[in-house]
């Protein structure tokens, strides 16, 4: 299991030719490519504040894109919210990347992303290419 970035589903959904061909590899043979929940969210708030126009209702292209790519929708829990707050090192304040960064690290998985934030933290494992 590897947990994806907002950004990387929605390029990975949209086809959109910034995902890089070798993370667009590992995709096609991940058997089970995961978000945290709160990535569609994230998305949900990206599509109100006018920053990503879909072509299909919110709704509709989230439950597409996961049942399409069978992707696993991680649920939050106690640990996750708790660790979040209280990461490591020093960490950036966006809420939904703490969340993402505390899904990777409490369930122990590989997160996979282009966000050079995250990519300079050290206490999240991280796919690198």
């Known amino acids: 299991m590897i947990l994806l970035d907002?950004?990387?589903?929605?390029?990975?959904?949209?086809?959109?030719?910034r995902l890089?061909?070798?993370?667009?590899q590992i995709l096609e043979i991940e058997k089970e490519p995961a978000i945290s929940i709160i990535t569609c969210w994230e998305i949900a708030k990206l599509v109100e504040n006018k920053?990503?126009?879909?072509?299909i209702p919110l709704s509709d292209w989230l439950e597409k894109a996961l049942d399409f790519h069978n992707i696993i929708a991680l649920p939050l829990d106690l640990n996750i919210i708790v660790d979040s707050t209280t990461l490591p090192g020093n960490f950036h304040k966006d809420p939904a990347d703490q969340m993402i960064v505390s899904t990777s690290r409490i369930i122990d998985i590989e997160l996979m992303t282009e966000d050079e934030k995250i990519l300079s933290y050290p206490h999240v494992k991280l796919i690198r290419l």
Do not use: G, S
């Open 6 to 17: 907002t950004h990387i589903l929605i390029w990975w959904v949209n086809n959109d030719i």
């Open 20 to 24: 890089k061909q070798d993370y667009r």
């Open 51 to 55: 920053r990503l126009q879909l072509n």
